[in-house]
Antibody
Framework: QVQLQQWGAGLLRPSETLSLTCDIN????????WSWVRQFPGRGLEWIGD???????DYNPSLGSRATISLDTSKKQFSLRLTSMTAADTATYYC???????????????????WGRGTLVTVSS | DIQMTQSPSSLSASVGDTVTLTCRAS??????LNWYQQKSGLPPKLLIY???TLQDGVPSRFSGSGSESVFTLTITDLQPEDFGNYFC????????FGPGTRVDLK
């Protein structure tokens, strides 16, 4: 049973950089993507990006070049860096594992099947 | 960009009811659609993936259907533990979530 345990600073000043890390306990890195999702105070969910073991990263275009996701296979952990934080980035940040299902033999459907408990990140001066 | 909308935004129902939640995509996403349940203070929980496949451990009273741009999640014989927020999510182009439907007790 895979579990994700996340940690990182929860209070930032505007313009600072958010750093969060997620430990992957149990299971294999292969065959999954490792993702970050945030939830705003009004409950809306936003995918930030993900990294696939041995492949590449993918990011939400709305974040421009602010987000960086990395994967340390030796430690079985992945991390998020989000630069130039503002009050609009105040949210609960979740790490998540995504698993895939090949549909029609074409492309994969990715769904988030394991989640961390979330870190409330507040940006305030 | 693919935008997701959900209706209704909230509904009230009683134990034993059957409820149907709707999710719409701004364009054709084939069947690249997933559903989640979220309760207060907890992360979302995957219920259904690929439009209609039940995640392991999810009760059979949950079912999903649809294709292209209109999808539904149906809960039959609503149970007390089913109250909460429900989100759809597409993975056809990047990943986008719907705004959610809140299901509460009438």
């Amino acid at each position: 049973q895979v579990q994700l345990q996340q940690w990182g600073a929860g209070l930032l000043r505007p313009s600072e950089t958010l750093s969060l890390t997620c430990d992957i306990n149990g299971g294999s890195l292969s065959g999954h993507s490792w993702s970050w999702v945030r939830q705003f105070p009004g409950r809306g969910l936003e995918w930030i990006g993900d990294i696939i073991h041995g492949e590449s990263t993918d990011y939400n275009p709305s974040l421009g070049s602010r987000a960086t996701i990395s994967l340390d296979t030796s430690k079985k952990q992945f991390s998020l860096r989000l630069t130039s934080m503002t009050a609009a980035d105040t949210a609960t940040y979740y790490c998540a594992r995504a698993s895939s299902l090949l549909i029609f033999g074409l492309k994969r459907n990715w769904s988030f099947d394991v989640w961390g408990r979330g870190t409330l990140v507040t940006v305030s001066s | 960009d693919i935008q997701m909308t959900q209706s209704p935004s909230s509904l009230s129902a009683s134990v034993g009811d059957t409820v149907t939640l709707t999710c719409r995509a701004s364009r054709n996403i084939l069947t690249y659609l997933n559903w989640y349940q979220q309760k207060s203070g907890l992360p979302p929980k995957l219920l259904i993936y690929g439009t209609s496949t039940l995640q392991d451990g999810v009760p059979s009273r949950f079912s999903g259907s649809g294709s292209e741009s209109v999808f539904t999640l149906t809960i039959t014989d609503l149970q007390p533990e089913d109250f909460g927020n429900y989100f759809c999510q597409q993975s056809y182009f990047y990943r986008t979530f719907g705004p959610g439907t809140r299901v509460d007790l009438k």
